[in-house]
């Protein structure tokens, strides 16, 4: 049962090429690992604790940091770029997450306006939260807490808790599919369910809206400036992918866990199979050590050119930032920016679009242009 009110993620669970069709077809030939159109380095500007979401806050000029222990703090970036914490944490809900496996305060967004703060976590007992807090200036009423939704999880893992305010003023909430391995209840294709699920909730009624379906551990997903959706999801034993949704394709959308992993089949029977499964736009093998894709957002800053609406992405294990670009065909396109983190778990932005890199070690790392 899920309640809803209103006023890193593992790969295989303990237990690279381009997409191909999960349909008929031949395979699509991999593009992957060109030269990046600009050469990128990757700076330290910062180190706190588990930084997981770095987000600008409309009508502030502070950056607001998410730490996965349970705090959330405003940054103030110096001139040389380093990022500085303001002060004492603005919100501290450290006595009611813990952050162990993949658990902790998983999501961080604004409204519109930027007077209302929306986190996400999993509490002391495991379960899925998302609370909204009313913004007083630069500082958090934690007297105005609410519960926005609430979902109980069978199992610590695949927990999901990436939050983002879509482009239709809705709050976006994506949900892994429950845990352990295998989604051994069908979670992820079970209408009856919100896990496994992309999730709407309107502000204005608190209705949560059921988008799509199909998801192992959206890890992470983001929308681009003409309303498609990108999304990072965390495969099971052999592959990680990419999805990429056109605006107007993603309500209804079956992205094919567990029938699926990848573009391959995987289980079969008890309706785990979809017949209209979105394939990948991209995917990638455990080869040379990777286990679990960390998805990023579209690229739409202005200092690294030429990866303008490129979708930047890496791996825990391995750590290398990556960009997918779509052709006019929809072909996928992955280039390796030749830059690694030590286990990424998050991308984060400024308020002019430029990319972070967030580090389960605790660092923050700016994405620039080389010279």
């Not at 180190?47 to 502030?60: A, K």
């Not at 007297?143 to 695949?158: A, D, I, K, L």
């Not at 979105?278 to 286990?291: H, L, M, S, T």
Request: proline letters at 6%.
């Amino acid at each position: 049962m899920f309640l809803v009110l209103f006023g890193v993620a593992c790969g295989s669970d303990g237990s690279g090429a381009a997409s191909t069709p999960r349909a008929g077809g031949p395979p699509t030939a991999p593009r992957t690992d060109n030269a990046a159109p600009v050469k990128v380095v990757g700076t330290v500007v910062g180190r706190f604790d588990q930084p997981i979401v770095l987000t600008p806050r409309p009508g502030d000029d502070a950056l607001w940091l998410a730490e996965r222990t349970g705090t959330v703090r405003r940054l103030r970036k110096a001139a040389d770029g380093s990022l500085k914490a303001v002060g004492d944490p603005v919100l501290d809900i450290s006595d009611r997450t813990e952050a162990q496996g993949e658990q902790g305060l998983l999501g961080m967004a604004f409204d519109e306006s930027g007077d209302t703060l929306f986190v996400s976590f999993t509490g002391l007992d495991g379960n899925s939260n998302v609370e909204a807090y009313r913004t007083d200036g630069d500082a958090v009423d934690e007297g105005s807490r609410r519960t926005v939704f609430e979902v109980e999880q069978p199992f610590p893992n695949h927990n999901g808790g990436n939050i983002v305010l879509g482009p239709d003023g809705r709050l976006w909430l994506g949900m892994g599919d429950g845990g352990a391995g295998d989604d051994p209840e069908n979670r992820a294709q079970d209408d009856l369910t919100p896990l496994g699920k992309l999730l709407a909730i309107d502000l204005s009624t608190g209705k949560v809206q059921q988008v799509a379906k199909g998801l192992r551990n959206p890890w992470r997903f983001a929308f681009d400036s003409d309303g498609s959706l990108w999304i990072g999801d965390v495969g099971q034993n052999t592959t990680e992918e990419v999805d990429h949704v056109a605006a107007n394709e993603i309500e209804g959308a079956n992205f094919g866990w567990s029938g699926y992993e990848g573009s391959a089949p995987y289980l079969d029977g008890d309706g785990r199979r979809p017949d209209d499964a979105v394939p990948p736009v991209f995917e990638y093998g455990r080869d040379g050590g990777a286990c679990s894709i960390v998805g990023g957002f579209p690229y739409r800053g202005k200092e690294l050119s030429g990866l303008e609406g490129a979708f930047l992405f890496t791996d825990y294990c391995v750590g290398r930032i990556r960009a997918v670009r779509l052709d006019e065909g929809g072909d996928a396109t992955a280039t390796d920016l030749e830059v690694a983190v030590e286990r990424p778990m998050s991308f984060g932005t400024d308020a002019d679009g430029e990319a972070y890199v967030l580090s389960e070690s605790g660092t923050i790392t700016r994405l620039s242009a080389s010279g």
